[in-house]
């Protein structure tokens, strides 16, 4: 069956500091991979694209084909940062891991 | 260009019920997604519609079924509603493929009584 885990359920880091979200995933296929995210009372918008790289705010995601991986990383986190992740799996149709809420304080 | 639009944005139902929801896409956009979010389950795939088809389905019960218009509109139905149904119901539209970067409504949010 399709799996997609995010192990961490919530990340706190402090300005300036790099972040780093965990994505893991199990699926039969090769999917297209994504990562979603929903800042505070916003509507959930593509973050980053595997295939293409197309990005916002400067995140990056590295695809381990081998591991089944695509954890994303942004080497200086900012305060606007603070939001909810979702790594996405695409499959012709989209599976969300359970999210990732991250804090970035001051 | 508007975005993804879904209406309502509020409803509240009883058991027994059964309601439609609307989403209207980005103009252009052909493909349509439904997605179910609660906090128990998270985000899960409902449906997607193309060209007036239904071209893939997630796991629900039948009483969950949509359609999709001649204008890409779509609209999406739960019959019986019962408590476990109360969730926000995210709609999503891309170009020609659920498979390309999804643009996604703000949610009708739906409580069942």
């Known amino acids: 069956a399709q799996r997609v885990t995010q192990p961490e359920k919530l990340l706190s880091v402090f300005k300036g500091a790099p972040v780093e979200l965990k994505c893991n995933y199990s699926?039969?296929?090769?999917?297209?991979l994504f990562w979603y995210v929903q800042y505070s009372r916003q509507r959930l918008q593509l973050l980053l694209r595997?295939?293409s790289r197309e990005s916002i705010k400067g995140f990056t995601a590295d695809l381990n084909k081998g591991e089944t991986s695509f954890h994303l990383k942004k080497p200086f986190a900012q305060e606007e940062d603070s939001a909810m992740y979702y790594c996405?799996?695409?499959?012709?149709?989209?599976?969300f891991g359970a999210g990732t809420t991250v804090t970035v304080r001051a | 260009k508007a975005g993804v639009t879904q209406t309502p944005r509020y409803l509240i139902k009883t058991r027994g019920q059964q309601v439609t929801l609307s989403c209207s896409p980005i103009?252009?956009?052909?493909?349509v997604s439904w997605y179910q979010q609660t906090p128990g389950q998270g985000l899960q795939f409902l449906f997607e519609?193309?060209?007036?088809?239904?071209?893939n389905k997630g796991n629900f019960p039948g009483r969950f079924s949509g359609r999709q218009f001649s204008n890409s509109r779509s609209e999406m139905n739960v019959s019986t509603l019962e408590l476990g149904d109360s969730a926000l119901y995210l709609c999503?539209?891309?170009?020609?493929?659920?498979?390309?970067?999804?643009?996604f409504g703000p949610g009708t949010r739906l409580l069942v009584l």
């Open positions: 519609y193309f060209s007036e088809t239904q071209r």
């Open positions: 595997h295939i």
């Open positions: 996405a799996p695409n499959d012709y149709k989209l599976s």
């Open positions: 699926y039969s296929g090769s999917p297209e």
């Open positions: 999503a539209s891309s170009l020609t493929s659920a498979w390309e970067t999804q643009y």
């Open positions: 103009s252009g956009h052909r493909s």
